[in-house]
């Protein structure tokens, strides 16, 4: 059996990790930027990844796995195809952030850290997005929506 099995767990991922590996071992303080080059060419971190940056890096697991649950920008879990982000710092949360929320929640069926079954859509509750002054405030991969309504959810997601 492969060491690489799932969507993004390729035999030419593993390669392309272990050049980033190579490229950052010498630096002091690889690990978070060779963490965040992993989850970007992964879509997250699961066991073998984080094994096989560990030996690469030639530091305990317990150190990988540590820096990876500590850092709410790191993910063990696959996330969906569309990562959506509600903004749940005070701006946003007396301005309703909240029920934006629950609306997400109750049209794609999940829960915060949870990927829908069709591998769609995620959902994360952050704390300040810095953009107060739009809120609330949801992010959609890269694409900031403010100052919305719950009416306004239905509509954002039917453009995914």
């Known amino acids: 059996?492969?060491?690489?099995?799932?969507?993004?767990?390729?035999?030419?991922?593993?390669?392309?990790?272990d050049e980033i590996i190579e490229k950052n071992k010498s630096r002091r303080?690889?690990?978070?930027?060779?963490?965040?080059?992993?989850?970007?060419?992964?879509g997250y971190l699961p066991?073998?990844?984080?094994?096989?940056?560990?030996?690469?890096?030639?530091?305990?697991?317990?150190?990988?796995?540590?820096?990876?649950?500590?850092?709410t920008r790191f993910t063990l879990k696959p996330t969906g195809d569309h990562k959506i982000s509600v903004c749940m710092g005070t701006a946003c949360y007396v301005k309703g952030a909240d029920k934006i929320l629950d609306k997400l929640k109750e049209l794609l069926k999940?829960?915060?850290g949870?990927?829908?079954?069709d591998?769609?859509?995620?959902?994360e509750a952050t704390r300040c997005l810095g953009a107060c002054g739009l809120a609330p405030v949801v992010?959609?991969?890269?694409?900031?929506?403010?100052?919305?309504s719950v009416d306004d959810v239905k509509d954002i997601l039917s453009r995914y």
Do not use: W
């Open 119 to 123: 591998g769609k859509f995620s959902i």
């Open 114 to 117: 949870e990927t829908t079954e």
């Open 47 to 71: 066991y073998e990844v984080q094994k096989r940056i560990a030996e690469g890096l030639n530091i305990p697991m317990a150190e990988v796995y540590g820096v990876a649950t500590f850092y």
């Open 29 to 42: 303080g690889a690990l978070i930027p060779v963490l965040h080059e992993a989850q970007e060419l992964f």
């Open 139 to 148: 992010v959609i991969d890269n694409t900031v929506y403010g100052k919305l």
């Open 110 to 112: 999940i829960d915060v």
């Open 1 to 17: 059996m492969s060491c690489c099995q799932g969507k993004n767990l390729t035999e030419e991922n593993f390669k392309k990790l």
